[in-house]
């Protein structure tokens, strides 16, 4: 593998375009930064020694609020659910 460039493996290995497609990823086209490393184990296993990714941004927030809304409707709608009375009517 050459130095500073990084093989990058997609999720789902029969649709994925990633280094198999591409080939090595430079370190300079990578963003972010790990919360934890669980592989391969050694050395680097654990929390990195780095600058984690800030906690509130703004792409977060609208994930975050877009779940916490999701789930009111649907707490709403399932208590609804439970608290309907059945309704007998009588037929002549």
Same mark, same amino acid.
């Given at each position: 593998m050459p130095d500073k460039q990084y093989l990058l493996l997609g999720d789902n290995h029969?649709?994925?375009?990633?280094?198999?497609?591409?080939?090595?990823? #430079?370190?300079?086209?990578?963003?972010?930064? #790990?919360?934890l490393i669980l592989w391969p184990t050694g050395d680097r296993w654990?929390? #990195?020694?780095?600058k984690a990714y800030p906690l509130f941004t703004l792409p977060r927030s609208i994930v975050w609020l877009c779940f916490a809304l999701f789930v009111a409707i649907w707490y709403k709608l399932q208590r609804d659910k439970r608290n309907r009375k059945i309704v007998f009517k009588k037929t002549a």
């Open positions: 029969a649709m994925s375009a990633d280094s198999r497609v591409f080939g090595f990823i #430079p370190e300079d086209n990578l963003q972010g930064a #790990p919360s654990g929390v #990195p020694a780095q």
